[in-house]
Nanobody, 122 residues
């Protein structure tokens, strides 16, 4: 399974960005893949941001992004999204998408993208 993120960039605080993650070459069917977004800021450990079930009907968010970020997926396009609103400088990080057989923020994901940089200026 290959995952390729896009949509990162530089934005002012309060602004919005939408990240995309296209999946290809899947060993499992797209619908069987739970997916998630993670981020890692310089000098910090990677943290989970949001997760979505294979069907897209169940989602979960980290407390730090609840109400500001929305995870979604287009199963017809094998694409995962992360809509990020009301961005803060603390959201600055490299964002990664991940896929696996288990759903949740704290599970072990099997496949990872290369990451896309999000920088929020104050």
């Amino acid at each position: 399974v290959q995952l390729v993120e896009s949509g990162g960039g530089l934005v002012q605080a309060g602004g919005s960005l939408r990240l995309s993650c296209v999946t290809s070459g899947r060993a499992l069917s797209w619908y069987a893949l739970a997916m998630g977004w993670f981020r890692q800021a310089p000098g910090k450990e990677r943290e989970s941001v949001a997760a979505i079930s294979g069907s897209g009907r169940t989602t979960e968010y980290a407390d730090s992004v609840q109400g500001r970020f929305t995870i979604s997926r287009d199963n017809a396009k094998n694409t995962l999204y992360l809509q990020m609103n009301s961005l803060k400088p603390g959201d600055t990080a490299v964002y990664y998408c991940a896929a696996g057989s288990e759903y949740g923020l704290q599970v072990q994901y099997d496949y990872w993208g290369q990451g896309t940089q999000v920088t929020v200026s104050s």
